[in-house]
C-alpha cells in the first residue's frame, strides 16, 4: 500500500531559514535508506506559507490569497507537482484544475530544491515546482469518486511535460494523526473533521500496512521535532 506521510509547519519553518543542520543531515540519511529498502517513492519540501498563494473558487469566482496563510481547511484530498515558469503560471494551471472539478480550494506552494538547502549548486535553466494542495470537502470525505474531467486534464499535463507526479488520497477515516503535547506522541485515527496545520512537506512511502506506515512515520517524526504529522492512504495517481 501506498501511504502520504505529511508533516505541519511550525514557527522556525515560517520563519524561513533553512533547517537546522542536524534536520538536514538526518532526515537525508533516514530517507536514503528508505529509498535502499524501496519504501520510499516521492517526497518534497515546500517554502514558509509567506510564499505561497490560497485560491478559492465558489460560484465561478477565483478569490486569490497571497501568504503568509493562517490555516483553515488543511485536511487534502489529492495533490500534483508541477513544473511552472512562475507563480502567476502556477496559478493557471490550478485553475484548469479547478475547472475540471468545480467549487473548492487549491494551494499553490513552491517546492524546496536542493540548492535552496545549499546542497548543490543551482542549475542552469533549473526548472521551477510547485506543489498544488487540492483541500477535501464533505463529498470527498464520503467517498465520492473525482470527475472523469480532472483525469483527462492530469494527463494531458503530462503529456505535456507540466506534470511530474500527482494522488489522490482516501479520505481521513483510513487515516492517522501524530500529535506531540508535554513531550509525549500520541496517534489519533481518522477520520478528522479538521485539520488547522499547514502542510509543510510530504512523503510518498510503500508498506504493508497501515501500522507500518506509523512506525515509519513516527521515526520520521523524531527527526523533526514536536511538528504533528498525517498519514493517509494513497488512493490512486490523479
Known sequence: MRFMVMHKVDAQMEAGGPPPQRIIQEMGEFVQGAIKSGAFKDGAGLHP?????????????RTITPGPLEGRNELLASFA????????????????IADAIGDGEIEIGPVVEPWD?????????????????????????????????????????????????AATLAPSATGARLRSAGGKRTWTDGPFTESKELVAGFSIIE??????????????????????????AVAGTA
Open 49 to 61: 506559507s509567506s510564499r505561497r498563494v490560497r485560491l478559492v473558487f465558489e460560484a465561478g469566482r
Open 81 to 96: 507537482m508541477i513544473k511552472a515558469d512562475s507563480m502567476d503560471h502556477a496559478i493557471e494551471i490550478a485553475t484548469r
Open 117 to 165: 538547502l545549499g546542497l548543490m549548486e543551482r542549475p542552469a535553466r533549473a526548472p521551477l515546482r510547485f506543489l498544488l494542495l487540492r483541500k477535501a470537502d464533505r463529498a470527498f470525505e464520503a467517498g465520492a469518486a473525482g470527475p472523469a474531467a480532472l483525469t483527462r486534464l492530469l494527463e494531458q499535463l503530462g503529456r505535456d511535460g507540466v506534470l511530474q507526479t
Open 207 to 232: 508498506l504493508p500496512a497501515l501500522q507500518d506506515a506509523k512506525a515509519w512515520a513516527e521515526a520520521y517524526a523524531a527527526i523533526l521535532g514536536d511538528n504533528e504529522v498525517d498519514v493517509r
